[in-house]
């Protein structure tokens, strides 16, 4: 599944083998930084996250972290891919809790590089939960999340006086793991469907038909305005602006990663082409 | 109320007294950058936010923003403060909207500068609209919210399995100018009071007591952890960890700007000191 593996050498010491070999055990104590890598715009690294990857020893990342990032760290850094390939399952999580804390107690700085911010959908609660519980010197870096980045590449503000006055962020990805069969996300639907809130939805393409049915059993307008940001601040960035009502069908026609912002702001969102704003429950002096 | 004045010479063209003497006025054409300036640590600004300072020749920014941050833009580049000054108002939002139009459309590469993201109860949506109302290009550099530098600097993660499936962002400021006499914020209690969701208030302070009885009544459980960080990701940045039950006391010890994080992840806060940790409500396995 993974490329990489752990042993030891005669000494005893731990050796990591990531397919360009085996990697030197170090003496002095390690650390694990949790850095957010923001939401794929090199230039939305933070500075702080440019210095902490110039000193990475080990760079144990996800996909969809541009190489211009990744570059960022030293040429020696070795780096390990723990996202999903296709065809092959990711990393599982205890494995890269357990390959991060081996790492640091060898003396390694261990950069764990993530999409986006560490703790918003992330699952650095249990990395730094690892990292605790073994005593390793643990510190995260925080990121510009992809849903903040989607609302600032196209115009729609998070937060706008009269139309939002809170911004939810949750995750459409259905978990089966609970053991519980579950098919469609856990969420709190009639939370979620008060008026004047913005919902960001991470994850959310594949179930958006269901999310969009329970927004609207729920009581949320069809009408209200839906976006769906596709790679949100690359150079591919696409931007398709919807109701409730048309979610699903918008949501057939995206194939990378993308975030969803469901809201009356998100009529404010800047698209190119044809967009039915009439369709669109927002009242005209309130778009731009 | 502001130090600025705006003013036509003699031929007509728009020049800004700021203290410092006029500007000149320019040929090309201008444009408006709304910039994330982040939490407050300098280093936690993106690289893109550096580059478009950088090239800032008039700089509008609110207080709270580090001089070594400000100190990006050319020393040649005009600064003009827009925030609250001791026993002043700040500048009204239509005033600071007509400025960095005003401006944009005599020529000049106008950065405004917010703290944290423009679009998470920054105001940028109101300046974005003036913008596109008058026809000036108008790009968003987002930046890291202080909630979210919060839950980084304290490990307390805003989203984490089993604790929190949803986190939101909402705003404490208890708003008078609609002329109806608010003297509380307007929030959607019952859908803040959900368990396993994170709520995130800003400006939440002078408020707490009443956002800590309010979420109280609507069913949230007053033993819930709640987490006061006071200057985020700053050298002076202070932590106190209660529950809603003890918000307004430790709210009463807080005079700097701060975030409130209230959820069961906060109990994961990492805070030195003496903390009854066993009074708040959250299973031993789960704190890290």
């Given amino acids: 599944v993974s490329d990489f593996r752990t042993?030891?050498?005669?000494?005893?010491?731990?050796?990591?083998?990531?397919?360009?070999?085996?990697?030197?055990?170090?003496?002095?104590e390690g650390r694990i930084w949790l850095v957010g890598a923001g939401p794929g715009d090199p230039e939305l690294l933070t500075l702080k996250a440019a210095r902490v990857l110039a000193g990475a020893e080990v760079l144990i990342h996800d996909r969809l972290i541009p190489d211009a990032i990744l570059d960022l760290a030293?040429?020696?850094?070795?780096?390990?891919?723990?996202?999903k390939r296709k065809a092959h399952h990711s990393v599982p999580q205890d494995e890269i809790n357990g390959l991060l804390v081996a790492l640091a107690l060898e003396g390694f700085e261990v950069v764990r590089l993530k999409g986006g911010d560490p703790f918003i959908f992330g699952?650095?609660?249990?990395?730094?939960?690892?990292?605790?519980?073994?005593?390793?010197?643990?510190?995260?870096?925080?990121?510009?999340?992809a849903g903040i980045a989607a609302?600032?590449?196209?115009?729609?503000?998070?937060?706008?006086?009269?139309?939002?006055?809170?911004?939810?962020?949750?995750?459409g990805h259905a978990a089966p793991d609970g053991g519980e069969g579950w098919s469609e996300p856990v969420l709190d639907w009639a939370a979620l469907a008060r008026p004047n809130h913005t919902v960001v939805v991470y994850m959310g393409v594949s179930t958006a038909?269901?999310?969009?049915?329970?927004?609207?059993?729920?009581?949320?307008?069809?009408?209200?305005?839906?976006?769906?940001?596709?790679?949100?601040?690359?150079?591919?960035?696409?931007?398709?602006?919807?109701?409730?009502?048309?979610?699903?069908?918008?949501?057939g026609e995206i194939h990378g990663p993308a975030v969803l912002i469901v809201g009356e702001i998100a009529a404010l969102a800047d698209i190119e082409g044809v967009v039915d704003r009439a369709a669109l429950e927002v009242p005209d002096w309130k778009r731009a």
């Fill in 7 to 28: 042993d030891r050498d005669r000494d005893g010491r731990l050796v990591v083998f990531d397919g360009r070999g085996a990697s030197n055990a170090r003496a002095h």
């Fill in 74 to 83: 030293p040429p020696t850094a070795r780096r390990i891919f723990v996202g």
């Fill in 123 to 145: 699952r650095g609660g249990e990395e730094l939960a690892a990292a605790r519980a073994a005593g390793v010197p643990c510190e995260v870096v925080p990121g510009v999340s």
């Fill in 151 to 171: 609302s600032a590449s196209t115009g729609a503000p998070l937060t706008h006086r009269g139309l939002a006055q809170a911004v939810t962020f949750v995750t």
């Fill in 209 to 251: 038909a269901v999310i969009a049915r329970r927004l609207t059993e729920a009581g949320r307008a069809p009408q209200t305005p839906a976006l769906i940001v596709e790679n949100a601040s690359r150079p591919d960035e696409r931007r398709l602006l919807t109701t409730i009502a048309g979610l699903a069908e918008a949501a």
